[in-house]
Nanobody, 128 residues
Framework: VQLQASGGGSVRSGGSLRLSCVAS????????VAWFRQAPGKEREGVAC????????RYIESAKGRFTISRDNAESAVYLQMNLLRPEDTAVYYC??????????????????????WGQGTQVTVSS
């Protein structure tokens, strides 16, 4: 019972990628979902989240204006459109079920126990 992230790849600075998060063994209907990333040697951090109905989203400051999170409950999927990518966006990206609140997204390390259904992530590499 996991979420599977896909869609990563290697792009140049300024490029775009669209990540997908699909549930395996359950449906995402009515579950809030968040995207996270972890760069080598760094702590995992929240990036964006979306509530169960899709009408409320939250982003970390560095993602605002560049990333867009969306969902399709009919497809049991959540997406992260990433535009204007920067080298500092390079990381493994993961998705997980958990509450979509700004303070929780920004301070993942304090609230990590609230997130579940982690799967393997997808690598995003942005070159300058």
């Amino acid at each position: 019972v996991q979420l599977q992230a896909s869609g990563g790849g290697s792009v140049r600075s300024g490029g775009s990628l669209r990540l997908s998060c699909v549930a395996s063994g359950f449906t995402l209907d009515w579950s809030p979902v968040a995207w996270f990333r972890q760069a080598p040697g760094k702590e995992r951090e929240g990036v964006a989240c979306i509530n169960s109905s899709g009408d409320s989203t939250r982003y970390i400051e560095s993602a605002k204006g560049r990333f867009t999170i969306s969902r399709d409950n009919a497809e049991s999927a959540v997406y992260l459109q990433m535009n204007l990518l920067r080298p500092e966006d390079t990381a493994v990206y993961y998705c997980a079920v958990g509450p979509c609140l700004g303070p929780i997204l920004r301070d993942y390390s304090a609230y990590r126990a609230k997130f579940r259904n982690w799967g393997q992530g997808t690598q995003v590499t942005v070159s300058s």
